[in-house]
């Protein structure tokens, strides 16, 4: 019903920056929480930040400051912007979409795009 297209990983060195997209197509309500997850071998997969329709966001207590979330509601689209990276941001990051029916959450994943920050 729903698709998600990530793109914008790849390597970087440490301090240095980075964007994630993800589209969003399909069956799309207009309100809804858009997101980025992460995760890496040995880890916890961890919420990285999210961000409403309206705008409101938030973001994990190791990002703030550094990573910024937005969207572009007309193209469905969520980005991260990715500051002052560190090895430790090194993981598979995934594009999430959810939305509210029936008091129940409706959950979709991206395919996740590798970032790598080397130091």
């Known amino acids: 019903q729903v698709q998600l297209v990530e793109s914008g990983g790849g390597l970087v060195q440490a301090g240095g920056s980075l964007r994630l997209s993800c589209a969003a197509s399909?069956?799309?309500?207009?309100?809804?929480?858009m997101g980025w997850y992460r995760q890496s071998p040995g880890k916890q997969r961890e919420l990285v930040a999210v961000?409403?329709?309206?705008?409101?966001?938030n973001y994990a207590d190791s990002v703030k400051g550094r990573f910024t979330i937005s969207r572009d509601n007309a193209k469905n689209t969520v980005y991260l912007q990715m500051n002052s990276l560190k090895p430790e941001d090194t993981a598979v990051y995934y594009c999430t979409y959810s939305v509210m029916h029936w008091g129940t959450s409706n959950d979709y994943w991206g395919q996740g795009t590798q970032v790598t920050v080397s130091s």
């Open positions: 961000i409403t329709s309206s705008g409101n966001t």
């Open positions: 399909g069956s799309i309500f207009s309100i809804n929480t």
